[in-house]
């Protein structure tokens, strides 16, 4: 799972756009902190290390009161019609490039053949500046170019080349159409199914955190503990207060979907 508990409950603060003190704080410009939200609804992470030291250091209801207000304004902000313009432009250009041709299969096949030729002949005339001592073998390996340039201009392997060179672009299309159906399933038309997701993966990753767990150094000592996804040690760390304000936060926000 991505790292939805980091954009939530950290990075949420990138994205305060309206919460002014908390950005002259990151000095972090709105049109960033917008760009951060985008890419942190759109991606499901985020790099939150930037304003780390700032949450860790705040006291658990500073943290809380820092969610609820971080969260208001990425709610509001999602709600906007800028957001959607900011989405979609994200969208477009996370879009996959379709093959790009400029010829036909018979034009392609034709300038093949055309640089087989050219190559040949620009291999003849560099013979003719050699030194002597050196012109009877490369004459040697002219002739037998020369040979197998006439084994290629035959009918079975033109209908060699031609199949191979439109398996290539069935193939090519196909990836083509791969990419696309994953593009539009990881960014939908509507930002609100990823928003959905989001706020479900928050609530899924959080759901049984255990605020009261013993760590030996910088591990749980519980071992079970030790085995859960970063999602869910980065919920234990950011405090039980928090963490509640969050998820409270994002099931009223699912229930007005």
């Known amino acids: 799972m991505k790292s939805i508990v980091a954009a939530v409950l950290c990075a949420a603060t990138l994205t305060a756009a309206g919460a002014g003190d908390v950005l002259s704080e990151l000095k972090i410009s709105k049109k960033d902190a917008a760009s951060r939200a985008v890419q942190s609804i759109a991606g499901g992470h985020v790099d939150y290390w930037s304003v780390r030291s700032v949450f860790k250091n705040a006291s658990p209801s500073v943290r809380a009161a820092l969610v609820e207000q971080t969260l208001v304004w990425t709610k509001a902000y999602v709600n906007s019609p800028q957001f959607a313009k900011d989405y979609a432009a994200y969208r477009e250009e996370q879009k ?24 040949l002949a620009e291999t003849k005339k560099n013979i003719a500046e050699m030194p002597a001592e050196y012109r009877k073998m490369a004459e040697d390996g002219y ?42 399933e990881e960014y939908p038309a509507d ?23 013993e760590l030996s150094g910088r591990k749980f000592a519980n071992k079970v503990y030790e085995r859960k996804p970063q999602e869910w040690k980065l919920a234990y760390r950011a405090g039980k207060e928090p963490v509640e304000k969050a998820r409270k936060f994002a099931e009223q926000w699912l229930g007005e979907m």
């Open 96 to 119: 996959p490039e379709a093959p790009e041709r400029t010829m036909t299969v018979d034009e392609e096949l034709a300038q093949r053949k055309k640089e087989r030729e050219e190559q």
């Open 143 to 184: 002739k037998a170019a020369v040979a197998s340039m006439k084994q290629l201009d035959t009918p079975e392997f033109r209908k060699m080349e031609r199949e191979g060179l439109e398996m290539q672009r069935k193939q090519e299309d196909e990836n083509y159409q791969e990419q696309l159906a994953r593009w539009e």
């Open 191 to 213: 930002p609100k199914e990823l928003v959905k997701k989001r706020l479900e993966e928050f609530l899924e990753a959080t759901e049984d955190v255990d605020f009261d767990a």
